[in-house]
Every structure is written in C-alpha cells, then in structure tokens.
C-alpha cells in the first residue's frame, strides 16, 4: 500500500486537510485509494489554535507529532526540516502533501523533496508580489519544488503556467477550506457571548488581524483600532485576539482602545463562522476569511495592500483597503450607504475539491 503523508501545522491548515482525509477514508472503506499518515508539525499548539480545530472538524489525532512550537522564522522552518527529515528516515513515505503557505508548508516540502519524495502542493499558484511577507516566500518555494499542483484559480494556474510549470502537473480542482466550510454552515454555532454582547444580525462586525505589517507596531495597531472605533459607528466589534497580536495589545493597555470593541479569545471553527455569517462585515488581515467571505455574501475589507486570492476581489465581496488607517472610513461610510458590492462565488468552490484531489491521488500513486 502507498503512503501519503499530510502535513498540517499551523490553524489554516487544518480546514484545508479535514475534507482531504475524509475523502481518503470514504475511498479506503470502498476498498480503494491510498493509505496515509498524518503529519502535525506542532507549529500552533495551543488548544485554541489548534486541538479545538481537530475535534470540531472530526480530523483524526495525527499519527505524529514534531512538536516544534515558536521560534523565529528560521528556527521554526529549520526545526520542522529536521525533525520531519529524521521521520522520513525512520519510516518513508511515498509522497508529501503540504497544503497553504505556511512555514510548515516549506519547510516538509524541502525535507521530502531532498529525499526523493515527490511533493504535492495543495493551494498551489498563489502569488501577491509582496516579498515582506513570510507566506509569499514560502509559496514561491514550496511551487519551486513541487511535483504535482492542486489549485483554486486560474489565476493560480496562470502563475503556475508563468513560472514554467508543465500543464500535466497542474490539477484546477477547487479550495479545500470551502469544501469545509460548504460541510459545516448547518453545523455553525453562536458563541457564548453573543447576548452579553448585545450582537444582533446584520447588526455587527468581525475583525481579525494578525500581519506583522499590522500589528508588530503598537502605535500603528493604536491608531487602526481608532479608525475602526470611529468607523464603525457605535456597531459592536467583535475582535478575537490572535496570540502576535495579543503581544502588542499588552503594550497598549495603558492606551486603551474604543470601547465598541470587543476582544475575545481565539474563536473555534464553528463559532468564528456564526459570527462571520452573520456579520454585517468582516475587517480582516487574513487570506483564507476572504475567500469564507466571499462564499458566505459578507462584505470584507483586507487591510492589505496586495492579495494572492485576486478572485475574491473581482468576483466576490473583498475589497484591498490597504495598511493605512485613514481609508478606513470612506469604505464604511459604502458599506454603511448599502453600496457595498453583492460578489458571487469563484468556479469549483463547490464543496468538492477534495474528492477531485483524492482521485488524483489515486491514479498518481496507485496506476
Ligand atoms: C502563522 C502563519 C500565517 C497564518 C497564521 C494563522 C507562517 C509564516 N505564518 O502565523 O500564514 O495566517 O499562522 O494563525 O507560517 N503562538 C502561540 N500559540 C500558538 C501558536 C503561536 O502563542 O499555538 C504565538 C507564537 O509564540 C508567536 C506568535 O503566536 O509569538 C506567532 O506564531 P507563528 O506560528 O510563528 O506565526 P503566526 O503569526 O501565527
């Protein structure tokens, strides 16, 4: 039997492999399709981030675990190399799917790779031109490497194509994170403090941040936070707090922030979702929430300057607002005149990515 190893390591990785292992189990019930291992490299690890994402989305408990924490962005990506490499040495595996852009993403593509394991890269073919970013470095790696492409776009197809990728290798079959999302919206939930909140449908926001760009600088962060404050006319802001940026709002304690902003805790999958769907929009940093977004008919506004996911921007509810705080207000004060675009949904994000991966997979590695 052939082996597959997962990779997943860090919170948008684990909706992305959750459909990709039911559909190798659905496969193996039918007697069929390969065997695999999963892979956790450690790199978020606390429950929040991480255990909370596996039970509400039935992934099984990983096979192993590199248990490699926090570090700097060599020290993470270089314990990942070293302690995946040594796995692969004790027991190999017949290929390496890595999924995303994340350090953990890189780093097993190389170790696999320098094996002799050929590597598939799930989520291939995004590019946002921003070299500052981790991600983007991390993406053009991982596609330099890769044996097979499974893609969302054909945005992402061009990229692909661009940088010499043969067609053959290049396999458009959706995104993952919907097929999740698309399996989960009757499961969606409301966390516990909506009534404390007063959050009314329609009647609130979400926002998430987490980019260095964003939130390493407290005085920045500061100033964002007030733009949000005045913008939001009063509405509540619900803000759960990811753990960089919980670092830097140590620093503004003193400070404060608009007292319409509701911090919370990291939120589960199913919580986060409620309250994205019924939000009367999303202020994020994040690439996968626009494309949830987008899915979902939310108007998002990305405070980044350039995206690897141009499709939520043309065809769905995004709009690139950019990094400073003073273009906050003229796209509220849209969104607060109804004029914010409608968007409708990318082709493939249909909630079947995975089984078209799986069967790829299997004629890869079972013919
Ligand atoms: C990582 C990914 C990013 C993804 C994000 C989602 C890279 C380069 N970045 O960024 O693409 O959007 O995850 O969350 O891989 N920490 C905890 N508990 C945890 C995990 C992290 O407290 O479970 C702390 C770390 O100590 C560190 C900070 O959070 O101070 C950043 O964690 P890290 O995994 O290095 O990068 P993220 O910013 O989370």
């Not at 924490?69 to 799917?97: F, H, N, P």
């Not at 990291?266 to 939000?279: D, I, M, T």
């Not at 940093?285 to 499709?311: H, N």
Request: neutral net charge; contains cysteine.
């Amino acid at each position: 039997m052939r082996t597959i190893d997962i990779i997943a390591g860090a919170r948008p990785n684990f909706m992305k492999i959750a459909p990709i292992i039911r559909a190798l189990e659905e496969r193996k019930a039918q007697g069929g399709g390969p065997d695999y291992r999963l892979v956790h490299t450690g790199q978020h690890y606390d429950p929040r981030m991480s255990g909370e994402f596996f039970e509400q989305l039935g992934i099984p408990q990983p096979h192993e675990n590199l248990e490699v924490g926090s570090g700097s962005q060599a020290e993470q990506t270089a314990a990942i190399m070293v302690r995946y490499e040594k796995l692969l040495m004790r027991a190999r595996s017949d290929l390496c799917l890595v999924v995303g852009d994340v350090n953990s993403t890189m780093a097993c593509a190389i170790a696999a790779r320098k094996l002799g394991i050929a590597v598939a890269h799930v989520e291939a073919g995004l590019r946002s031109g921003d070299w500052s970013m981790p991600e983007e470095i991390n993406r053009v790696v991982t596609d330099s490497i890769s044996n097979y492409f499974f893609t969302t776009s054909e945005y992402a197809n061009a990229n692909l194509r661009r940088s010499g990728v043969e067609d053959s290798a290049i396999f458009y079959v959706g995104n993952t994170m919907i097929d999740t999302l698309l399996a989960n919206l009757e499961r969606l939930r409301p966390p516990a403090f909506v009534s404390e909140f007063g959050l009314q449908r329609g009647e609130y926001f979400v926002m998430t941040l987490h980019r260095p760009v964003n939130v390493d600088d407290a005085q920045g962060l500061a100033r964002l936070l007030q733009a949000v404050g005045e913008g939001t006319r009063g509405l509540p802001v619900v803000f759960p707090v990811h753990p960089r940026t919980a670092n830097t709002l140590r620093k503004l304690l003193v400070l404060g922030w608009p007292a319409n902003i509701r911090l919370v805790d990291p939120q589960p999958y199913l919580e986060f979702n409620w309250l994205v769907k019924h939000a009367k929009a999303v202020i994020t940093d994040s690439g996968g929430i626009t494309e949830e977004t987008t899915v979902m008919g939310v108007p998002c506004m990305t405070l980044r300057a350039s995206t690897e996911r141009p499709e939520t921007v043309e065809l769905g509810t995004n709009e690139l607002i950019g990094t400073n705080p003073a273009n906050l207000g003229p796209a509220l004060d849209r969104l607060f005149a109804g004029q914010w675009k409608r968007g409708s949904v990318p082709p493939l994000w249909d909630g079947r990515a995975a089984e078209r991966i799986v069967t790829y997979l299997e004629r890869l590695l079972c013919t």
